[in-house]
């Protein structure tokens, strides 16, 4: 295969994220231990959607809990189904949460080394948290404030602690961690992020310019051309997802997943930024809402459209 | 043709809504008096924008007033130009309404016989009315509060009577009817609408889930992942269409017609679930709004494309 | 090449507006003085978005600025990425503007030379000025009133004369003019610009029905079935882009762009009107927020394919 953009652009990893797949069973089995023929069944829609990649989120599948043998069936299915695996996600379970922060600290720690076995180059972590009850009880999870982030400077040392002793691990067995951008916590702007991994200083840890996570917030939001450009020397992993943002002159905002061409995130401007910036890491295409697969899969045809056209022009 | 997963959803009957056609030609004509030409000439758009099966509904040619030789050409017409005809649908033209319910009956009476007469399967009927002056004036009627529904229950039990009545008739010429699911009737929530069907007690009588007619509701919705379930074991028609939904922390909802991938409603999931309970009859694509017939073309494309993914999975 | 209808609509000239492209490069240097090579790089991206066609926007590169050499250079530039220009726009300068009013007069009069030195059949031309800070500061300008249009006659009269010498002029070296419908100017209701253009009375005069600068407003607005009926007459260019709307029972109402088919304004039933009214013009594909080349690309799919189906009826 000669080295045109399109080639070039075919071979990038684009990776289906899994927002809208449960992390049980109907008969409430947790998929973490259904075993090989489930994990088989259910990523079978994902390579039926044309995706060559997905990402494993621990909402889904807590790779970090399986034995060897188990995470081997994992490996095996993946492989045989054709399927890359650029990234592992665990959001949502921080490492500085008063109560369950040690143990999501040790399972970050068991997912780089699950990272590792399957030969995953990145684990991708976050500090926001399981959704509040309120957050549960709407429509779109965003619409409700989230919790502010901690303002104890011990607390945020313990976070700084926590990612540089994760990165140690990574570095050690070849893995990368990327952390997510996300309102309201030390990644929830761009100077904080850039501060904060700026702060745990260790070549294993990068950003996830997750753009989505603050522009749809419904109120005031910085506007992510600053953003991008602040983050992107420090990016090696990125989920995209889009929204339609409409504002009143009363102050009012309304916001709602969109798709990735269509949002107020001009991506086409973003993809030339970053690979201006040097960034070859995978993209991830999210999308809340409807069908999230399926607009995932739009949003991967339409990204690698982008990046053919990108390459073209270098 | 073999049997694959793309050849069944290559052949699933998927037909074009006409909602942005009218009922009257330019001069004024009734498209119902207009005769073949016209027929043909308006049909030949359905055929263009790829369709090769259309609904006709009685608010663009009331074939239930068709005289025979009127009907024949009209058979002739479909069948010249390969298009299937899945259902005829009479809507707004409710069986009790107090001044016209006696003739929306006979005409409803008149439509089966139509259909019957054509080898059309299915007449979907429905309980809402001739929009309001208030819903005409605004740009989605839906914004505006339909007539609440009638309380009294020998307007109940007139609705049940009439139906049983039509689905005796339907049952006798080999045609289904299909209630629609709509705001403010006595099919405007998963429970209302089960109740309704079972008091009618027709094997000819099922439900059309038309989750849109229910979604778009300015205000709070029961969400469709609990109305499907309820209501799928009666479905024997189905309207397809999908809305973007955006809620305030304040309780304002806005809504706007969205396509069948981005708007709130998982189509994947939902099909997966009618699938799963045995649906196997035909999906209706409709679409307010701008451009009807090609936002639902874009429907057609998607929804083959789901069926095939669901298809090969089984 | 047969004169099918798909042929037909192939050929048909659709231009990419160039609306997210900067009027200067990274280093701050106009486009207009970049020269040569920066434009052909900059265009690149146009043809690499499937498009054979562009408009060129005073915004990007002042045309009428350019000396003979440069615009011989630039001629050269589209003609070798065999792109055609079916219009120059000069848009945001007005000529009745209290103090530049004259001197962009004088730059209209220049554009007009240059369009007819490349060979370019229309320059668009427009009422609208500079955006307010107000509408500077927000997400979308048009959620902030632009000032109200002059109310003395005097500035009427000027506004008819300057169009009128500029209108000379054109049709001195074989160009036509074309005037935007655009909110709040004598330009901004279907019955304005008629009056309007029929007080300036030239032969070389049209308007462009740029129906989305109007649907817009989040207020009031004339019905675009009415608006277009009324100008179409006039027409001799066209602005295509599309909106979200959704209204309130309350009175507040939200927009936001839209895809050309999924927008309030059925484009179906508008290129209906237009072909049937004579209309054989140019179609620029315009579209703010995100990735405004790459929806424009979608559009430009779009409408070719309603040209395709529209043209068979014929």
Not at 32 to 61: C, K, M, Q, Y
Request: proline share 6%.
């Amino acid at each position: 295969m000669t080295d045109t953009p399109d080639n070039a652009a075919a071979a990038w990893p684009i990776a289906a994220a899994m927002l809208q797949f449960p992390g049980t069973l109907r008969d409430g089995t947790a998929i973490t231990d259904a075993g090989p023929d489930h994990w088989r069944r259910l990523l079978r829609r994902v390579v039926l959607a044309g995706f060559d990649n997905v990402e494993i989120p621990s909402a889904w599948l807590r790779l970090g809990d399986l034995s060897a043998t188990a995470l081997g069936d994992f490996g095996a299915v993946v492989s045989e189904l054709g399927l890359g695996v650029p990234g592992i996600t665990v959001v949502r379970e921080s490492i500085i949460h008063p109560a369950q922060g040690s143990q999501n600290l040790a399972f970050s720690h068991r997912t780089i080394d699950a990272a590792a076995e399957l030969g995953v180059p990145v684990v991708c972590l976050g500090l926001h948290d399981a959704l509040a009850p309120a957050q549960r009880d709407v429509l779109w999870f965003w619409t409700q404030a989230p919790p502010p982030k901690p303002s104890e400077p011990e607390t945020y040392d313990l976070a700084v602690r926590g990612y540089r002793e994760l990165a140690e691990h990574a570095a050690n067995v070849g893995v990368e961690l990327s952390l997510e951008l996300y309102e309201d916590t030390y990644l929830g702007t761009a100077s904080d992020a850039v501060r904060f991994v700026t702060d745990i200083g260790h070549p294993a840890v990068g950003l996830n310019p997750d753009l989505g996570n603050l522009v749809r917030r419904q109120g005031p939001v910085e506007d992510w051309r600053d953003i991008l450009p602040a983050v992107v020397p420090y990016t090696n992993y990125w989920h995209v997802k889009n929204y339609l943002r409409m504002e009143h002159e009363n102050g009012t905002v309304f916001t709602a997943p969109a798709t990735m061409a269509t949002g107020v995130i001009n991506y086409r401007d973003a993809v030339t930024m970053a690979l201006d910036a040097g960034y070859r890491g995978a993209f991830v295409v999210e999308h809340y809402g409807g069908d999230g697969l399926g607009v995932g899969a739009m949003s991967r045809d339409y990204l690698r459209g982008l990046l053919s056209e990108e390459l073209a022009l270098r």
